[in-house]
């Protein structure tokens, strides 16, 4: 924990050791390759299907539905075949895919934020503050997450929007938690000990000393964790809590699909396929950081 | 143990209290019941007198204390829909759902132990590998799209089990299974690696320069030491585990409380939803507190923290 000491004069090159480590770590091991393919198809599938002619995840066409993968119908292929409206499923799997990494990423944006604040001020201030920080994160992991989330999308509504926020609300307790533990060794180090005895605010000290320490760990928990709010919010999906029609996306195709897994069980397997990538992916790369000994995530803080 | 008892009471304590508390606002938040509840045409002296009825004109500190006073007494509210009381649709479900998440960890728990052992005592190294690399697929399976698949394999495919209901014990294996090997894919990883913990120790190190096997060696001294972390785990993954038991129940039509939350919220059911997540974190957290007991009696150190 302690051996994250951001050195600002260190040179380029040591800086981005983590980065090199962690592809030296990835092209030594084959099942991190295996990974690493995984989800570079599935970001290639996300990026470039959108920009190809024939792209189009809307328009109903009732004379193609339920097509078969590779299916050619009046001259056109569809490579990943047609839901019951005869939208086309590559389009659709693709657009879907989009829209799960944004709200992905930007929840985990809002949530990294969020923790790190709250888990830097508890643990620079310690006290009150503390305790009432930690007690929210008691009672938030006292109801399950998910649980949580379908209660509060019932009452907010779901939107693309209210589903990001709401996601990002509920997950910052993992990084609060590891950002206290950081903040609270990191107060009673030597160079934050002589800029408080030299007169520096606790703001200056939480923004200059504090932050750049515990920044690098915190994204690799984010990167963790963009893994697991892709599933919670395809699980809502899924639910009917989550996205809404006409927006596609990969939890409500496969519950769509589900009805039709006696005739047609790719309409259901193909989002699914794409989920798993995409998770396998992104948690197999951020282990490939983590093996560097900096944040071990096989024992999560309690709780998380 | 008295005190840890007594501390770890009041803990529980105050986290329904607080659970109660966010769910009152959560309500709150919802709007005005009032609005749901009358039609269309309704006059405002209609609102009015529903609102005194419901007590919606009082002061926000009077409603709250009325909503603990009729939570305590086990009052959480009429369904908008069916006009029964809302716990009482709750529990009418709670059964099923806690029949199916106590099948689901214990068949985890004793699935993570028995392939755990077959794992460390095991002289091959490709079988070792092979089921990490099982374990972690499942692990990014999320729980519905592998209920699917479960659904396509042995319903649709094989034809050999039910793929909805509820009712003899094959319809049980599925959705038991699906949440099962999530927890066992998490067990296995964190058992392997207590193990793991434990063989570099020096009691173990001792036992074999007396020349013992082993198998003895990983069954006597190993493995007690390395069933606390386990424990620890399988309890905090508890809730994940009820939560999962909600989207699962969804897929296989299973009547557990998850699934009437998920219809309730369709039917935007608010006293239902709220009625069943409180019921859900009643039992977590009565689940918790179970588990961190079991913790303090296998290792003493706890009680003295």
Redesign the interface.
């Known amino acids: 924990m302690s051996s994250a000491t951001a050195d600002k004069t260190a040179p380029a090159s040591h800086r981005f050791a983590g980065i090199r480590n962690a592809l030296h770590i990835i092209t030594q091991s084959y099942?991190m390759m295996f990974a690493a393919a995984l989800l570079v198809t599935v970001l290639l599938l996300i990026i470039l299907v959108p920009l190809l002619p024939g792209y189009d995840p809307y328009t109903q066409n009732l004379a193609v539905s339920l097509a078969a993968p590779f299916e050619n119908i009046d001259g056109r292929t569809y490579i990943f075949g047609t839901d019951t409206l005869g939208r086309d499923l590559l389009s659709r799997v693709a657009l879907a895919g989009r829209v799960s990494l944004l709200i992905g990423l930007c929840a985990v944006v809002i949530s990294l934020a969020l923790g790190v604040f709250l888990g830097l001020v508890a643990g620079f201030f310690r006290g009150v503050v503390e305790s009432i920080v930690m007690?929210l994160a008691?009672?938030q992991?006292?109801?399950?997450?998910?649980?949580?989330l379908?209660?509060?999308?019932?009452?907010?509504g779901p939107s693309v929007v209210n589903l990001t926020v709401l996601l990002g609300l509920t997950s910052w307790v993992v990084y609060g938690r590891v950002a206290r533990a950081m903040a609270l060794s990191l107060r009673e180090r030597e160079f934050v000990l002589s800029a408080v005895t030299q007169g520096a605010s606790a703001a200056w000290n939480i923004r200059k000393h504090l932050l750049p320490n515990v920044l690098p760990q915190m994204l690799i928990v984010g990167s963790f964790e963009l893994?697991q709010i892709i599933?919670f919010e395809?699980?809502l999906s899924?639910?009917?809590?989550g996205i809404q029609p006409p927006l596609p996306s990969w939890?409500m195709m496969?519950s769509e699909g589900?009805q039709y897994?006696?005739i047609d069980?790719w309409i259901?397997?193909l989002p699914?396929i794409a989920?798993?990538m995409l998770?396998?992916g992104v948690?197999?790369l951020s282990q490939a950081f983590t093996s560097e000994g900096q944040f071990d995530l096989?024992?999560p803080p309690?709780?998380? | 143990m008295l005190r840890f008892l007594a501390r770890r009471l009041t803990q529980s304590v105050l986290t329904v209290f607080g659970v109660l508390t966010a769910a009152f606002f959560l309500v709150r938040l919802a709007g005005d019941p009032s609005v749901l509840l009358l039609p269309v045409e309704a006059t405002d002296k209609d609102i009015a007198l529903l609102r005194s009825e419901l007590g919606l004109d009082q002061s926000l500190p009077i409603q709250y204390a009325k909503f603990l006073v009729n939570v305590l007494q086990g009052d959480l509210g009429l369904s908008l829909r069916q006009r029964v009381p809302a716990l009482d649709l709750v529990l009418e479900r709670l059964p099923a759902t806690l029949e199916l998440a106590l099948t689901a960890f214990v068949l985890g728990l004793v699935l993570a132990f028995a392939v755990g052992l077959v794992m460390r005592l095991t002289p091959s190294p490709r079988l070792r590998a092979a089921i990490m690399w099982l374990a972690f697929i499942r692990q990014a399976i999320p729980v519905f799209f592998f209920g699917l698949l479960m659904i396509l394999l042995f319903s649709v495919t094989l034809g050999w089990l039910p793929s909805l209901g509820r009712g003899t014990i094959y319809h049980l294996i599925l959705p038991a299974l699906t949440l099962a090997t999530y927890e066992l894919a998490l067990y296995l990883r964190l058992f392997n690696s207590a193990l793991g913990e434990q063989q570099g120790q020096d009691y173990v190190r001792t036992a074999y320069a007396k020349g013992q096997t082993r198998t003895k060696i990983i069954l006597r001294h190993m493995l007690p030491n390395a069933l606390l972390p386990l424990v620890t785990i399988a309890g905090i993954n508890l809730g994940m585990l009820l939560g999962s038991a909600v989207v699962t129940e969804t897929v296989f039509s299973w009547p557990g409380v998850g699934r009437l939350i998920v219809q309730s919220v369709s039917q935007r059911d608010y006293p239902v939803v709220i009625a069943g997540v409180l019921m859900m974190s009643l039992v977590f957290v009565l689940i918790n507190l179970a588990v961190d007991l079991l913790y303090a009696v296998l290792d003493p150190r706890v009680r003295l923290s």
């Open positions: 099942s007690g008691d009672l992991l006292s109801i399950p997450r998910v649980l949580l379908i209660a509060v999308a019932a009452i907010v893994g599933v395809a699980s899924y639910l009917g809590l939890g496969i589900q897994l006696e069980p259901a397997l699914g989920i798993f998770v396998t948690q197999f096989a024992s309690k709780g998380t």
